[in-house]
């Protein structure tokens, strides 16, 4: 069973954001993008939510065939 942030991103327009670039979203929303240092990043989400799971993903590429 996927979780709702999955599902949320595969439907999601992320056209706002860079390709290559990392989003980590919590409740169905990108709370945080990190380019370079993805590890800074999530920790500073943990503490701002903590007792969340967040879901990190890659912006694909324009190129990339998503198969679902």
């Not at 929303?29 to 990190?56: C, H, M, Q, S, T």
Request: glycine share 2%.
């Amino acid at each position: 069973m996927a979780s709702k942030d999955y599902e949320w991103f595969l439907n999601a327009d992320l056209r706002e954001y860079e390709e290559n670039e990392y989003v980590i979203i919590i409740e169905q929303k990108v709370v945080a993008r990190a380019k370079e240092n993805l590890k800074a990043a999530l920790d500073e989400i943990r503490k701002k939510y903590k007792g969340k799971i967040p879901f990190v993903a890659k912006v694909p590429s324009s190129e990339t065939l998503v198969l679902i």
